[in-house]
């Protein structure tokens, strides 16, 4: 009898450790859960800690999140590290307004910013919200000037 309750407290233990697991991520491309002031930057090491710059990078096929402090370490390390999957990484940046995660490739970037690697570097989702005497440019013009 006291072989079956440890059995069945046990069964019971591990089918709620599952059922929690299941719920960390929501898919492999979603934004996951950010530990602000203790998960570092994969590049540069520093601790995440400015909510209106940071990046988070998920590899689609694992689904494994690298964090960034600015989108130049983030970019800066896909070259470094020659990081194969860097086309199909889901690039997840705060929007400066809002603090709110929005698409890095579809944001728009103003070029004259205090970022946490001075990388200057800015992202909106909406361009309406870009002062109208600032350069507004692209995600692809980010990568250019942010690896040369």
């Known amino acids: 009898m006291k072989l079956l309750k440890l059995l069945l407290t046990t069964a019971s233990i591990f089918s709620i450790a ?15 859960e950010v530990h602000w002031d203790r998960d570092m930057c994969a590049r540069c090491v520093m601790v995440v800690s400015d909510r209106h710059n940071t990046v988070q990078v998920r590899d689609v096929s694992t689904g494994k999140k690298y964090m ?8 800066q ?4 590290q ?23 490739r ?3 970037y103003n070029t ?4 946490p690697m001075g990388y200057g570097f800015s992202a909106h989702k909406e361009k309406s919200t870009i002062q109208k005497d600032q350069e507004i440019i692209d995600f692809n013009e980010v990568v250019k000037r942010a690896v040369k």
């Not at 600015?70 to 970019?75: A, E, F, M, Y």
């Open 112 to 115: 004259e910013n205090i970022t």
């Open 18 to 32: 599952l059922l929690f697991s299941g719920c960390e991520e929501k898919s492999k491309t979603d934004v996951g």
């Open 77 to 80: 390390w896909f070259k470094d």
């Open 68 to 75: 960034f402090d600015d989108i130049g370490c983030t970019l």
């Open 82 to 104: 020659n990081i194969q999957w860097k086309d199909t990484a889901k690039i997840w940046i705060t929007d400066v307004a809002t603090g709110k995660w929005i698409d890095a």
């Open 106 to 108: 579809t944001a728009f």
